[in-house]
């Protein structure tokens, strides 16, 4: 009986042995894949640029230079940081009235009724058609490109705010009832506690979004941002500018995107997703 689980003990041993080293190569893949995913496809970008002439496709080389230019003169970060001042006053300014309206909505059938026509409608007239509007009522200075965000990112949060808050469990509903508490402890202690990864999904993609606001607003009217930035290039055929300019729109995106991220897991948000 000894020698047959000892015999049972080695072969086990070999078995996780012969799997360790797939193991650290399949940790090693997904640790590094980002940087391969970015590496494959600098490569493909120089490839296709070999193809097709500096003003239609230029390569990363020329692309990077462009970019240190940029840096250099102080043309860039100025840029965007105005693109920055308007996306994110505007990812707070509908993050607030995401909340204003998506609370009443997810407690009152009647509010619901009101107000979920004019929530959806917000969605379904295309912001491009009433950024216009909004220029012509509040000019052409920065406030107009905040609200131009604002209505980018409304309806993502709203709806995730809505789901969230009525995604507390009816049985916890009635304990916090049976209990008396009122309104605002059973918000504050259990709607909003289950409604927070929904308002976080929701504020990931409103992030994202803020900067599309933004950068729709200044390509309607602006003399800085980056929006603008890819419109000075665009008229001279600087397609190395355009380029650049695109890239570090991604970039900011990717940034905004991440601090929301971090900010979640500080939170550890993903506790109440269960």
């Not at 131009?148 to 509903?173: D, E, K, W």
């Not at 601090?259 to 997703?273: K, P, Q």
Request: proline share 7%.
């Amino acid at each position: 009986m000894f020698v047959f689980t000892n015999r049972i003990r080695i072969r086990n041993d070999g078995q996780a042995n012969s799997s360790r080293p797939v193991l650290l190569a399949g940790q090693m893949l997904e640790r590094f894949a980002p940087l391969l995913s970015l590496s494959l496809f600098i490569g493909v970008w120089h490839w296709l640029s070999l193809r097709y002439p500096p003003f239609i496709l230029p390569g990363p080389a020329s692309v990077a230079r462009r970019f240190l230019e940029k840096i250099a003169d102080g043309s860039l970060p100025f840029h965007a940081l105005v693109t920055l001042s308007e996306a994110l006053p505007g990812l707070l300014l509908g993050t607030l009235a995401a909340f204003a309206l998506g609370i009443p909505v997810s407690r009152s059938r009647l509010a619901d009724r009101l107000l979920s026509p004019f929530i959806v409608a917000s969605q379904g007239v295309p912001f491009i058609a009433v950024a216009p509007l909004l220029f012509i009522w509040f000019g052409n200075g920065p406030l107009t490109k905040v609200l131009v965000c604002a209505l980018v990112v409304f309806f993502p949060i709203v709806i995730n705010v809505i789901a969230g808050l009525r995604s507390a469990p009816q049985t916890l509903r009635d304990l916090f009832r049976a209990l008396n508490a009122t309104p605002a402890q059973t918000f504050m202690k259990l709607e909003l506690p289950a409604a927070l990864p929904f308002i976080f999904a929701g504020l990931r993609v409103g992030g994202t979004l803020s900067m599309v606001g933004a950068i729709a607003g200044e390509f309607l009217s602006a003399d800085r941002g980056l929006g603008f930035l890819v419109n000075l290039g665009n008229s001279f055929y600087d397609t190395p500018l355009v380029i650049v300019g695109v890239l570090t729109i991604v970039g900011l995106a990717l940034s905004v995107y991440g601090a929301i991220r971090l900010v979640e897991r500080a939170l550890r948000v993903e506790r109440w997703a269960a």
